[in-house]
């Protein structure tokens, strides 16, 4: 069974360019959550995916932005990049929305910003 | 608004020691608390979570935690340490009312010498 996967693995992007990234979920898993890793810190949560819709989200700006397709699978949009983008961004996926589910997370994309 | 502090940056122990990673938590309502174990250049791995019923929960590698309403925390314990326990170690807190969003402590650094 394959967890959840991401891509690409790494990433280098110039500053006021705009990125994709990718998201896989583990099989089963229909809710798909995003987050952002600076460095030396704790995951920041962007926003959360459901039934193809945007569920929830964090305190970042409307530059990020996702997709859920049909086959559950997500990508997260970055437009207009900053330096302070550059970070590791985590898919997570869970069986359900609801606090008590556990997410289980990707390998993680490293976005460089130049 | 939720939140969760890991009170050390880093965490130091001889391999055959009990370790201790210390976490306290705020969140509204009843919290939904998580350990996760990040090794280097790889995602969040999960270890164990708190929903309900029992104070002490069992989870993945011989990791347990306790959870204490009365002083706000869920702190991570393992009787002896090995050498390959040495990684960041995060807790996480959500709730009914944050659905399924994570909320992330800064990270403690466990090392543990041989």
């Known amino acids: 069974d394959a967890g959840v996967t991401q891509s690409p693995t790494h990433l280098i992007k110039t500053r006021g360019q705009q990125v994709t990234l990718r998201c896989s979920p583990k099989s089963g898993h229909d809710t798909v959550s995003w987050y952002q890793q600076a460095l030396g810190q704790g995951p920041q949560f962007i926003f959360q995916?459901?039934?193809?819709?945007?569920?929830q989200r964090g305190n970042f700006p409307d530059r990020f932005s996702g997709h859920q397709f049909p086959n559950y699978s997500s990508e997260l949009n970055v437009n207009a990049l900053l330096l302070g983008d550059s970070a590791l961004y985590l898919c997570?996926?869970?069986?359900?929305?609801f606090g008590s589910g556990t997410q289980y997370f990707g390998p993680g994309t490293r976005l460089t910003v130049l | 608004a939720q939140s969760v502090a890991q009170p050390e940056d880093q965490v130091n122990v001889a391999e055959g020691n009990p370790l201790t990673v210390k976490c306290t938590y705020s969140?509204?309502?009843?919290?939904?608390l998580f350990w996760y174990v990040q090794y280097p250049n790889r995602g969040l791995q999960f270890l164990l979570k708190y929903i309900t019923g029992d104070n002490l929960v069992k989870g993945s590698y011989g990791f347990e935690a306790e959870f204490n309403k009365s002083q706000t925390s869920f702190h991570l314990k393992k009787p002896s340490a090995l050498v390959s326990d040495s990684a960041l170690y995060f807790c996480?807190?959500?709730?009914?009312?944050?659905?399924?969003?994570?909320?992330f402590g800064g990270g403690t650094r466990v090392l543990v010498k041989p």
């Open positions: 995916y459901y039934e193809e819709e945007e569920r």
């Open positions: 996480a807190v959500s709730s009914e009312a944050a659905g399924n969003k994570l909320t």
């Open positions: 997570a996926s869970s069986l359900t929305r």
């Open positions: 969140v509204s309502g009843n919290p939904y």
